[in-house]
């Protein structure tokens, strides 16, 4: 009989109050001006936001190394897990992917009888982008569909995930390359405010508003028109009141509230601000 678990790290931001059973979630560890938190753990996600309006430069997160993985992937061996499923914030934003593949290949030469099958996924997503099909998963789990069909369904969904993004103020993504300086300076000076999309592991301006009044129904637009026939969404915020404010004009003009709203975690709101919203939809 097969035993599957998810690890996945702490970037999926799967709210923390979310009761899962096949689900291991590795933290990431933040530095902020010279002081190491371990997210979900020494500090949650609005404490975090409230760091960065004192800050005095911009945090840093570690990547989940190597031997943080080998130990888990040991762990979950000793609890009789047949399969294992590494899922990881993208790739190209994060070595924490490498590090997983690695710590198979170590895990695998030290235990050559094992039983355990490893599978790794790079998300090439954000968030929830890929928190909330690792969610669905958990669930299917219990309902005792097989690891490859799992495995197709993640895939399937990280394919079609995608993100839509803004921050009320550019100084975050100014400092973490998101955006140019050059662009942030002009937006700062001219009111002007960014829509990106997240997709495929890849960041791209989409549209520029101007004035924060124009960033909801700028972000809801650009929903209505790119999720075609898209049924599911949630959002995320750092700023709870604006999440609120995109929650009511997403009823409004979608029809139908978000499957789940939720905190943005230490990955986005590090490279995004404190005061930023998003929309994230994953495909049928």
């Not at 989940?64 to 399969?83: H, N, P, S, V």
Request: glycine share 8%; aromatic share 10%.
């Amino acid at each position: 009989m097969s035993n599957i678990k998810i690890v996945t790290d702490s970037g999926c931001d799967i709210p923390l109050k979310t009761k899962l059973k096949n689900v291991e979630i590795l933290s990431f560890f933040i530095n902020v001006d010279g002081k190491t938190y371990e997210e979900r753990k020494d500090i949650s996600f609005r404490e975090y936001y409230k760091v960065l309006e004192t800050c005095a430069k911009i945090p840093t997160t570690a990547h989940i190394t190597m031997m943080r993985y080998g130990e888990k992937f040991e762990t979950l061996m000793r609890q009789g897990a047949t399969d294992i499923i590494v899922v990881t914030i993208n790739k190209g934003a994060s070595a924490t992917y490498d590090a997983a593949v690695m710590a198979k290949q170590m895990f695998m030469e030290e235990n050559p009888d094992c039983n355990v099958n490893i599978h790794i996924i790079d998300s090439g997503c954000y968030s929830m982008a890929y928190g909330w099909p690792i969610m669905q998963c958990d669930k299917m789990i219990e309902d005792g569909v097989g690891v490859q069909q799992i495995i197709s369904f993640l895939n399937s969904k990280f394919e079609k995930a995608e993100i839509l993004l803004s921050a009320y103020t550019l100084r975050f993504m100014k400092k973490s390359g998101r955006i140019s300086a050059a662009a942030a300076f002009a937006g700062e000076v001219m009111g002007l405010k960014p829509i990106i999309t997240m997709k495929h592991g890849d960041t791209e301006v989409v549209q520029k508003v101007r004035g924060d009044k124009a960033v909801i129904p700028a972000i809801v637009q650009q929903f209505k028109k790119r999720h075609g026939e898209e049924k599911n969404y949630i959002i995320g915020y750092t700023d709870e009141e604006y999440g609120k404010e995109l929650y009511s004009a997403c009823v409004k003009e979608i029809g139908y509230p978000p499957v789940l709203s939720f905190e943005l975690g230490s990955a986005v709101a590090t490279n995004a601000g404190n005061h930023c919203v998003a929309i994230a939809y994953t495909g049928q």
